[in-house]
């Protein structure tokens, strides 16, 4: 397909592609009213500034302080504690939400930086439920952060409450039992000289074993804090592998030390302003984006590895077993010695023997439940420091110095732009791909191709309702259509000057209902009306039409003659309407028209005909049905072939012209019949002069009806009984049909 034709292919169908992209639009525009807008909050937190040096103390370990800040990974876990379901569901409970978790979950960006800031971003349907959704998400992110540090302190607090009271229940049983001893015997006796440094040893023994009952406590209270923390953890992380550093980078880092050794000793000696030190300073910047231009190239790779957290805390947890299994072993020698220094005491036999101890029991418990309570309240006001201390500071709430932002702005007039151009393109293609493929003949250029003959006339598809008889004398009663234009062409190729004379000639097709009998008569009325004397022979026994087209009788006719040599020719012949045109009838049926065509009979009339007539045109049935237009090759001097316009090629057209070369007939050219008045340029430049009805008709004898739709010119198989179909494959308005409009003129 040529540039221009598509071109115009694409005009007729402007109304197509216009409905479609006008139906694209909105929908588009519908769908990105019916999605809605997205809006997005970021809100800032700031961690406090020993917070890794706090943790470190908290677990016994000392962390260092100069590695490589991990973006990454550091907001891999601060993602990981935003969107715990302890932040996430009392953060909704705030704003009166109940969404689903995975849902949440892709609503929260988290972006940590150096220096301890942290950028929770919050999405949403609307600037209200974001602005609200982050504030909250951030208070919940802080008492989760303050949960976290107060763990540890709660942890001891515990332990050594349940401590006090075990140690306040020991010494109301000590005091009981020495007030009983002493009520019992009636005595308050001291401690003898010979007992006190036992007694001072089993004192001293007594307070050691307290001090490591509470070392075990402790280190189990830690070890149980240790645990519950592994047992949150990951067991791999995604981390970043940088490979090690280069020659380059190692110089680098090597000559930035040096400078930075230089600065401290010349900053010592001089201010800032000093040009020695503004020297040093600027080639410490330059080798300082010199080594970050050598990172930057380096690539990086991530990979699941080790939770480097998760190896500290088994860490911390295998020191503290070990820790507490040496407890344990000291606990248990000083209680040997106890029981050793107590079976001393019990050799001595006397009441001081006897008061001694519980004397001993209840000065321990007192200091012991006097220790607990000092350790107790220590614990407590370190818990309340750990809780004020350990907290996330909220830099930029989401507010009016810090509004959510539209992340959807300019979207539906960007869809808007591709819906258009995507459907106006859309459409073009599949209209011009659809007319690609179309195989059937709509134009004069493509029936030459198909049949390779000549196209002497494109006759157009009548605009206005008439039935079949009406068609068949378009040319007698609308002179001025467009259709009476045409058949004025196909006479030209008759009369023309020039012109081989033909005198005799037949209007034949390969299929049924392709036009020859609206073809034949309207020749036959053109050549009349120039002054032409015609006689129009209905050939068509099979099914005759051409008696009814002019009201005429078919008692007498074509069969009479050739059945009775002595018939009267002139009698058989009947004036019509028209003048200088005579019709003679096909005549009574007969049971063997093969016998009668080919009978000697048909070359006498023939002859006689051409005698009395410049032109005799025979109407045929269809040639590949039926032999009769065969058994006439010998009567005329040339055929037309009339061939259906929007009819796809079968190859029956071909087969014809083969068998009429074989019968010696020579093909004056085809009639392109049906043509939709939008392929014809003719029509769209001169639409105006030709009238949808140029006057009143006459009524015909056995005339159809006026149905909407226009019937189809009068063929083989065709009669003037009842209504006429269009017949042509498509649509009456022929609005359908997707050609070059250029194709159908003729010239």
Known sequence: MDFWRGVNVLYKRKWLILLTVVLAVGLTYGATRLIGARWSGTVRLRTPANELQALADASGQRRQQSRRFDARRESQKWLLRATSPSVTQPALAKVGRSLDPSRVTKQIAVKAMEGGYVDVTVQGPSPVYVRRFANALADAMDEAY??????????????????????????????????????????????????????????????????LEARLAEVQSRLQMARTELATLPETVPVEDTPSDSPLVAQLRQQLAGLESQLVTLQARYTNEHIEVKRVLAQRDAAQARLDEELAKTPTVVAQR?????????????????????????????????????????????????????????TVDEERVSSIEQRLKDARLNELQAQSAHRLVLEAPVGKDNPPINETEGRTKKLLILALLGSLMGTAALIIGLDSVDQRVKTVVEAEEALALPVRAAIPRAIAARDAGELARTTELEPRSLQSEAYHFLGLHLILPGQRPVQSVMVMSAKAEQGTTSTICNLAIT???????????????????????????????????????????????????????????????????????????????????????????????????????????????????????????????????????????????SVLHSVPVSLLDSHSHYHHYYPATERPLPALVGGGSSDSNPPAPLGDGHSLSGNGTSGNGASGNGSQDGADSSDGDLA
């Open 146 to 211: 303050q949960s976290e540090g107060s763990l540890q302190a709660r942890y001891l607090v515990k332990a050594l409450d349940g401590r006090l009271t075990a140690a306040r229940i020991e010494l109301a049983k000590s005091r009981r039992a020495l007030d009983n001893f002493r009520a019992r015997n009636d005595v308050v006796v001291g401690v003898s000289d010979t007992l006190t440094p036992v007694f001072n040893r089993l004192n001293s023994a007594l307070s050691g074993r307290d001090e």
């Open 306 to 362: 080790t939770n480097p957290q998760r190896a500290l805390t088994l860490a911390t947890i295998a020191s503290l077993e070990s820790n507490r299994k040496s407890v344990q072993a000291l606990l248990r020698a000083t209680k040997a010695q106890i029981e050793q220094l107590q079976g001393r005491l019990g050799r001595y036999r006397g009441l001081d023997t006897q008061l001694a101890p519980l004397v001993h029991a209840v």
């Open 527 to 669: 050549l009349a009306q120039a002054g032409r004397r015609v006689v129009l022979v209905d050939a068509n026994l099979r099914n005759p039409a051409v008696h009814e087209v002019f009201g005429l009788s078919s008692e007498v006719g074509l069969t009479s003659v050739l059945a009775d040599p002595r018939a009267d020719l002139a009698g058989a012949l009947q004036n019509t309407e028209v003048e200088n045109l005579r019709v003679l009838a096909a005549g009574p049926p007969n049971d063997n028209p093969w016998q009668l065509m080919r009978s000697r009979s048909m070359e006498d009339l023939a002859t006689q005909l051409r005698a009395i007539a410049d032109f005799v045109l025979y109407d045929t049935p269809s040639a590949l049905a039926f032999t009769d237009a065969f058994n006439l090759a010998p009567a005329v001097d040339g055929a037309f072939v009339v061939v259906r316009a929007l009819e796809a090629p079968t190859g029956s057209e071909r087969r014809l012209l083969e068998l009429l070369k074989m019968a010696h007939v020579e093909v004056l050219g």
